[in-house]
Structure formats: structure tokens, C-alpha cells
């Protein structure tokens, strides 16, 4: 690019903070960029238990009746 009094030659002073940007962007990993999770989402996450096999409900109980045990 050609310098004019109007714009005259670039000293790339101001790169530093522009690498300094770029590299901290770089350093987040690319699922995080394409899909971010909202802060706290994983610590609120519930904990999975087990649950009956597919089949295996007791349809002549109440479902207050039923428990994972039997």
C-alpha cells in the first residue's frame, strides 16, 4: 500500500494488540466457537440414573406404585 500525506506509512505499532486478539482467539478449541455452551449450563446438568428396560413397565401397577428396584 502506497503512502500519501493523507495516510502516511503504516508502522505496525497497533499489531501487537491485534496478535494478542488473534491468538486468544486461536486458543479456543473450534466446538466451543461453532457450539458455545451458556455459562453454568454443565454445572446444572442433572445426574442421569438408571431406568427400566424398554418393556419391562408393570402395566397393572400405578406408576406411584412402581420403583427402579422392582
Known amino acids: 500500500m502506497s503512502s500519501t500525506p493523507d495516510t502516511p506509512k503504516h508502522d505496525g ?3 501487537a494488540e491485534l496478535r494478542e486478539e488473534i491468538d486468544a ?22 445426574t442421569p440414573h438408571s431406568t427400566d428396560a424398554l418393556g419391562s413397565e408393570k402395566w397393572d401397577r400405578a406408576a406411584s406404585d412402581e420403583t427402579l428396584e422392582n
Request: aromatic share 0%; charged share 30%.
Open 13 to 15: 505499532s497497533d499489531l
Open 25 to 46: 482467539l486461536q486458543a479456543i478449541p473450534e466446538e466451543e466457537l461453532l457450539n458455545p455452551l451458556p455459562t453454568g449450563v454443565e454445572e446444572r446438568e442433572p
